[in-house]
């Protein structure tokens, strides 16, 4: 429909007749949307008090502007088993997220190397139009990208391979990495429209990651592939791992399997089932991202289940809607969108069926309060350290998790028989566009 100036007339004479609306601007105007809309109320009533609680570190990661909280969530999962077979304060552990993240670009870019020299039509026509390479380049991530880097590379302290400044700002650097990137793909559809053969195809990959990893290492510094670490253990005794490599200081100290822990996900959305297993096969990692399907309210119980036996659970959801960052309180009645704005939020289902409602945070909740056999709040450990929020961590009503949370991490033995079953199935693989 083409707007004209006589509609324009008559959308602000229709605006101006209700005074309301020009009370309303000014509020917005001066003082933003969310301090116009907060319910302060709904902050009073979301209080940091939890009857299931897991042990809380006092130092917490900050990611900063690195993107990669699903990395820090991973780490969050896994530090307390670390540091209790380190014999250590869990204060005094920290893991290097530069070091999985190192390697995460480098398999990112060897996964869309290899799809590209496989593909039958390497034409940009095809390749745009099936988005082969739309995600390829980015950090962001998964749990099972995170356990995938962990079990081929394992993982080392961060006084080993510190944050440096490219890491933590790292908006330039991944710039300049997924322009290297795609520069070797436009090379290897040259390469692949003169009839190069496979094996002319492959060195050049082993050529190309070459060049990677050097830029990496002059940015993020150079991952080790052995080191010494020296600590003093809780006992006050002083310890020294000597000439250890990363995976071999994962085997000796990392006690969890996580290859026993898969995603249990919650999406309402038109063409997934529930009880159906779903294997993601769009952004190239060494580990693809496969789900089981089920309500909601499974997704609760399986959570509540982890964390009485003291396990934190690794969450993916989106944030960006009913958040108030000052007092770490999620929850969907803080902002009245509909009586301020005259917009009515979307529902899970449509959210997700038109893409605007999608996982794009990871986080780990570590605590639940309870009342007369069901959830009503949850204490939830970000990645942005704690300058902000609750002592750093988020106070998710119950409401939240029903409309926002897409996947928790669970070990199968908390799963029921059905479930269990249900999990055994055949994937079917989707896009992130379908």
């Known amino acids: 429909m083409n707007i004209t100036l006589k509609d324009i007339q008559d959308f602000s004479k229709k605006y101006n007749d209700n005074p309301i609306n020009k009370v309303i601007e000014n509020a917005i105007t001066n003082n933003g949307l969310e301090n116009t809309m907060l319910d302060e109320k709904i902050i009073a009533e979301n209080q940091p008090v939890f009857n299931i609680e897991l042990p809380v570190r006092v130092n917490k990661y900050d990611q900063k502007n690195s993107a990669l909280c699903w990395i820090y969530a991973g780490i969050n999962m896994i530090q307390f088993d670390v540091a209790e077979n380190l014999n250590m304060d869990v204060e005094n552990l920290t893991l290097s997220p530069v070091y999985i993240s190192f390697f995460d670009r480098l398999e990112k870019a060897s996964a869309i190397y290899e799809k590209i020299i496989r593909l039958e039509d390497a034409s940009y026509e095809y390749i745009n139009e099936n988005r082969i390479i739309v995600n390829a380049p980015y950090t962001l991530g998964f749990f099972e990208f995170f356990r995938g880097l962990i079990n081929k590379y394992g993982f080392v302290p961060d006084s080993v391979m510190p944050e440096t400044k490219e890491s933590i700002n790292s908006n330039r650097a991944n710039t300049i990495y997924c322009e290297k990137m795609m520069g070797d793909v436009v090379k290897l559809i040259k390469l692949k ?9 492959e060195k050049q990959i082993k050529i190309f990651l070459e060049e990677n990893y050097m830029l990496l290492s002059k940015m993020l510094g150079e991952p080790v592939q052995k ?19 990363p995976l071999e200081f994962k085997e000796r100290f990392l006690k969890i399997d996580l290859n026993e822990f898969i995603s249990i996900a ?3 959305r038109h063409n997934k089932e529930y009880g159906k297993v779903y294997k993601y096969t769009g952004n190239p990692s060494v580990e693809e991202y496969t789900f089981l399907n089920l309500p909601i309210n499974e997704l609760k119980t399986l959570a509540i289940k982890q964390l009485k036996d003291s396990m934190p659970v690794y969450v993916n959801l989106y944030r960006r809607q009913f958040r108030d960052t000052p007092s770490g309180v999620l929850d ?9 704005l005259g917009v009515t939020p979307l529902t899970k289902e449509e959210g997700q069926n038109t893409n605007s409602i999608h996982f794009h945070h990871c986080m780990d909740i570590c605590g639940v309060h309870i009342v007369d056999d069901k959830p009503v709040r949850w204490k939830v450990e970000d990645s942005f350290g704690n300058a902000l929020k609750n002592k750093g961590y988020s106070i998710m009503n119950d409401n939240f998790f ?4 897409f ?19 055949q994937p079917i693989e989707f896009s992130i566009y379908t």
């Open 193 to 201: 429209e003169e009839n190069a053969n496979m094996e002319t195809l």
């Open 227 to 245: 080191f010494t670490y020296e600590y003093i253990d809780k006992d006050g005794n002083f310890q020294r791992l000597e000439n250890i490599t």
């Open 266 to 268: 919650n999406m309402p």
């Open 332 to 340: 969907t009645r803080l902002y009245d969108y509909k009586n301020v």
């Open 402 to 405: 029903d409309k926002y949370v």
């Open 407 to 425: 996947a928790v991490i669970i070990h199968k033995k908390y799963l029921s028989q059905e479930q269990l079953e249900a999990w055994n199935q």
